[in-house]
Each structure stands twice: as structure tokens, then as C-alpha cells.
């Protein structure tokens, strides 16, 4: 099974984001009423087949050294076809970036089947694609969701307080494997 290392946001972050990520997925009838909205994360690893003790022993020696810090959105970065996702960009540079990286090395290095080519990644945050969608969305949407998005000029800082390992599946309850606290 692959497994999604990802970074959470505080309470004003994720506020803050959630309301471009509500606007863009009613605007275009992405998700019905009754449908959970992704939660909105940065993708810190993709991890195939761990074994998850291991797996959480090491993230925890990782971890340790880490705290609460900030990240600058910069802007907007869209995917395009095939998958047609509008994402708030994150730099690839600071603590996420040195987290992101020392994460794949040391994971790697002991073992673990982790991203290649790291360097190629962009940090980002995804808020409206059809990963997990009602329906996908056409070429001309999803056009004027990232035009419509990248009008909106986000630049802004944000505060990284928690990682927490996933399933890939948009069910809270079922998703959440382990969660590491940064205080």
C-alpha cells in the first residue's frame, strides 16, 4: 500500500485556505453537498509497502528535532491534464523543504521505498482537482479555475504545526495512520 507523509496547518492557516478551496469546488460542482472537501495538506513523502513500525520509529528520530514553523505560499501553480489541479504554491526552499528532503534521504537510505528525484517535486498545496471528485471537471473549467485562482494573488505566510501519515483515501476517520505533534 503506498502511504502519504504530509505536513498540517494551524487553525487560522487552514481556515484561510479552506475558504479559496470551498469557493473553487462549489463554483464548479466538484463535490456534492454531502461530500467530505479534501483535507488540505502539503506532501511531505510517498511511501510504498513500509513497514509501519519502522516506518513510525524513524519519523519519530526525524521528528524530534523539528517544531511549529512557517511556510510562504507563493502564489498559484496549476497541473494540467491529466491532472487538472489548481494548488497554492509553496517555495522550494526553508525548513519544509530542508524537512521534505532530509526526510526522503534518511528514509531512503534505511530502506525505505521513497520518491526519486526529489529535486523535480513541487511543494504545494492542492485545492480543487478531480482526485476524489464527484465528476471531472472540463478542460475550459478547470482553465478559469486556475485564471480565476491565480487572480487572487496569495501571499501569505503560514503556520506548519503537525505531521501525520495517510491512507490515500478522503475518509478523516480511516485516513490518519499516525500523527506527529510539532510543538
Same mark, same amino acid.
Given at each position: 500500500m503506498i502511504y502519504y507523509l504530509v505536513a498540517l496547518f494551524d487553525?487560522?492557516?487552514?481556515?484561510?485556505?479552506?475558504s479559496m478551496q470551498k469557493s473553487l469546488c462549489n463554483k464548479?460542482?466538484?463535490?456534492s453537498a454531502d461530500t467530505n472537501l479534501p483535507k488540505l495538506h502539503i506532501t511531505l513523502e510517498i511511501?510504498?509497502?513500509?513497514?509501519?513500525?519502522?516506518?513510525?520509529?524513524?519519523?519519530?528520530?526525524i521528528l524530534k528535532d523539528?517544531?511549529?514553523?512557517?511556510v510562504k505560499l507563493n502564489g498559484v501553480i496549476c497541473f494540467d491534464p491529466p491532472f487538472k489541479s489548481v494548488n497554492l504554491n509553496i517555495d522550494n526552499?526553508?525548513?519544509?523543504?530542508?524537512?521534505?528532503?532530509?526526510?526522503?534521504?534518511? *528514509?531512503?537510505?534505511?530502506g &525505505? /521505498?521513497? +520518491? =526519486?528525484?526529489?529535486?523535480n517535486w513541487n511543494l504545494h498545496?492542492? *485545492?480543487?482537482?478531480?482526485? &476524489? /471528485?464527484? +465528476? =471531472?471537471?472540463?478542460?475550459?473549467?478547470?482553465?478559469?479555475?486556475?485564471?480565476?485562482?491565480?487572480?487572487?494573488?496569495f501571499?501569505?505566510?503560514?503556520?506548519i504545526n503537525a505531521i501525520e501519515l495517510w491512507k490515500p483515501i478522503n475518509n478523516n476517520d480511516e485516513m490518519v495512520v499516525k500523527k506527529y505533534e510539532l510543538t
Open positions: 487553525e487560522i492557516s487552514y481556515e484561510y485556505m479552506e464548479y460542482n466538484l463535490y511511501i510504498t509497502n513500509p513497514s509501519l513500525c519502522d516506518l513510525d520509529v524513524s519519523l519519530r528520530n523539528y517544531t511549529k514553523f512557517e526552499k526553508g525548513t519544509i523543504y530542508e524537512l521534505s528532503k532530509n526526510i526522503n534521504s534518511i *528514509l531512503s537510505t534505511q &525505505f /521505498a521513497v +520518491r =526519486e528525484h526529489i529535486e498545496i492542492s *485545492l480543487a482537482s478531480t482526485t &476524489f /471528485a464527484d +465528476r =471531472e471537471w472540463s478542460n475550459n473549467e478547470y482553465v478559469a479555475a486556475c485564471n480565476l485562482a491565480k487572480d487572487e494573488n501571499q501569505r505566510t503560514i503556520t
